[in-house]
């Protein structure tokens, strides 16, 4: 990981791994991972004999306060997508280097004949009490 582009300088790279390692460690709460903190970062210190200085505390947390709000922002990226294909598209567009397409023709695309519409959809279309089979 050391001197490609992206990376820490050697320096400082020991600080990613007790991030990762930390990092791996935290708990979680509903759908999100918790903060690590302080005391996460005490015990952590305490049971694995390192000796973090106050500059070294900052950037973990610093570090964690970053990760948390990427979090945050692809699960709204997730969100504002809902589920299935867009979903996913949704959440790989919100990855770094990722450039936002704009649509072509300044629209939705439009359903060509090759596409048949899904029996649920003929459902919803169907009137009331009236019941369509599915094409073969």
Avoid: C
Avoid at 58 to 63: D, F, K, N
Avoid at 102 to 118: D, M, N, V, Y
């Amino acid at each position: 990981m050391a001197d490609g582009e992206g990376s820490p300088p050697p320096e400082v790279a020991y600080l990613l791994d007790w991030f990762t390692e930390l990092s791996g460690r935290r708990t979680h709460g509903g759908m999100a991972a918790n903060p690590i903190t302080f005391p996460d970062i005490e015990a952590w210190a305490r049971l694995t004999g390192q000796r973090p200085r106050p500059w070294e505390v900052r950037v973990l947390t610093r570090l964690d306060d970053a990760l948390q709000q990427r979090a945050a922002k692809s699960a709204g990226e997730r969100d504002k997508a809902g589920d299935g294909p867009e979903a996913v598209k949704a959440l790989m567009m919100s990855l770094p280097g990722q450039k936002k397409k704009k649509p072509r023709g300044g629209g939705e695309p439009k359903a060509g004949p090759a596409q048949a519409p899904s029996p649920q959809s003929r459902l919803r279309s169907a009137p009331q009490g009236a019941a369509t089979a599915p094409a073969e």
